[in-house]
């Protein structure tokens, strides 16, 4: 049906502040992309969606193409997860039903192996990939989303019918080219699993210590008590990648240190999260890491007890 | 002035929770008992003290032998520190006004040096003493205290012109009669800086999660994961203690953690400081034992990711 020379089409699946975001940017660049809502659904089929975003003005979609139930979309070539970690297995129907045969499936989450997650739910003709998303937005309201800062996001191939690097490599360059197409920074990585302990040097302690000071990014890198925290938790996180086999490259974390001191005043996911008492990505961002480092005989002392801290939080909140 | 037989004069040095109900066990035991305040002299000069006890029902004392300024008080044979150790090295002016010659300073503070900190700035010729109250109790207004369970005070001697073991240990002796004789259970301690380790195996993690987590002690019993990281604090306050020379008794840190869970819902008092806006009491609780471990080779890094997120947040509050 699409041959070599047509766009694909992508579906989102999530149309929280990543999978709009994302969405829209791929659409504004002329790609055929179908977005699955649900609460949101009848408002963004009426409105459209809207950016308002620092780097690139005020966006808007409109008409959208939305969808209530993912039986309605067409076959997607791609499909973007952007969804919460904490309704992965809820999200696979969802994904099959849009899925075009050797559909190429991208989770657009944060934390650990949560393509491992997702994977016993799909078909083995499915290819599956992960995508780190380096950028500041989260949703306004009803298919409102704000914008601050960044966008990159680097894709990995996870599992799937590839055969051999040089295939696994070829779809992820061919999923980076969608992003760069549409104006967005985007890397092909190697090695998915090293991607994500490295985004997790950034999650693991400006997620949760949002959560536990109340504070964005801004107040958290102005007080010499939370940045000595957040350096020994990112020098945690460090280690614990390296006794899983996954060196960082060098000085990582104090690149992504000094990054967050020039952002804007960032809260991230975790809070809002917190704010509006959703469940909180804890066991993709704090209990598998934590895990994968004990097995590998490493204890992350810091990262456990801010990881306890948000448990209790959590049970609290939901 | 002061006969073998006759009682001595007590000095309470801040009428707060602690200060006020001692000194009023001790005066509605006989004892000749003044008592040092600031903000609430006048309703305490015209109301009098009232503990509401869970142990003993409602006790009140009135009138009060009560001071707005040290240099109007008797000479005392006994001075009862329970000012904030924020405050310490202000108080040291009040107590030797209040001091007679060759008196013995009993410091009813929490935390690690805290004598060393009042020691430099009292003359020799004063017995420095440290006292540790196991006790829920809170001030609920002026004049007005709350004690929900225990009491104990155990004491020992820091410092002063006694020589020998056998003089510190006849004057600790002394001041564990003094609340003996009033009906509070009080051990003598030989080793004073090994009974502070002790009462920080329940004060570091007790006090800190309350503040982070805004939980007294029922809720922080009832879950698993704060459960989990009081256990894990109270094992680091352990082997800090060890570092330093103090081995704890045997399934110490357990009695604690049982003797907790039997406990009615307390509020630690660093909660109480954190609720009025009064500066935290992280140098002695966390800042003391974190340096004295570390100079012992000894990194606690769960109480020093507490203790960072604990600054962060008195730094906002006050």
């Known amino acids: 049906m699409v041959g070599a020379d047509s766009k694909p089409v992508i579906g989102i699946i999530g149309t929280g502040a990543i999978g709009g975001f994302y969405g829209l940017m791929l ?6 992309v179908h977005f699955l809502l649900r609460s949101e659904f009848s ?41 919460k970690t904490t309704s992965s297995a809820g999200l696979a129907p969802a ?41 500041c937005v989260h949703r306004e309201g009803p298919g409102h989303i704000t914008h601050q800062a960044l966008g990159a996001v680097n894709v990995g191939y996870h599992s799937g019918p590839a055969m051999g690097d040089a295939a696994r490599m070829a779809l992820v360059e061919e999923g980076a080219s969608l992003f760069r197409a549409a104006g ?31 504070a964005g990014t801004t107040p958290l890198m102005a007080d010499a008590d939370s940045r000595a925290l957040i350096q020994a938790l990112m020098a945690e996180v460090v280690q614990g990648a390296k006794a899983c086999g996954h060196d960082m490259p060098p000085a990582y974390a104090e690149y992504l240190f000094t990054m967050t ?43 456990e007890a801010l990881y306890r801290t948000l448990g209790f939080i959590d049970r609290r909140n939901t």
Chains 1, 2 share one sequence.
């Open 184 to 214: 967005i920074d985007s890397q092909a990585m190697a090695n998915l699993q090293q991607a994500r302990w490295q985004k997790l040097v950034w999650n693991i302690p400006y997620n949760g210590l949002s959560v536990l000071l109340g």
């Open 95 to 135: 994904i099959i039903a849009a899925a075009r045969p050797g559909a190429k499936v991208l989770v657009l989450q944060n934390g650990l192996d949560v393509e491992d997650s997702l994977r016993e739910w799909l078909p083995d003709s499915l290819h599956l990939l992960g995508g780190l998303c380096l950028i």
């Open 43 to 83: 408002a963004v089929a009426e409105r459209g969606l809207q950016v308002d975003s620092a780097v690139h003005g005020t966006l808007t979609l409109n008409p959208v193409q939305a969808y209530a139930k993912a039986e309605d979309m067409p076959a997607c070539d791609w499909l973007l997860v952007g969804a």
């Open 261 to 303: 001191e020039k952002m804007p005043d960032y809260w991230p996911s975790m809070y809002h999260d917190f704010l509006h008492k959703r469940p909180l990505e804890l066991e993709a961002i704090y209990a598998r890491p934590l895990a994968a480092a004990k097995a590998a005989g490493c204890e992350l002392p810091r990262i």
């Open 27 to 32: 659409a504004r660049a002329g790609f055929d």
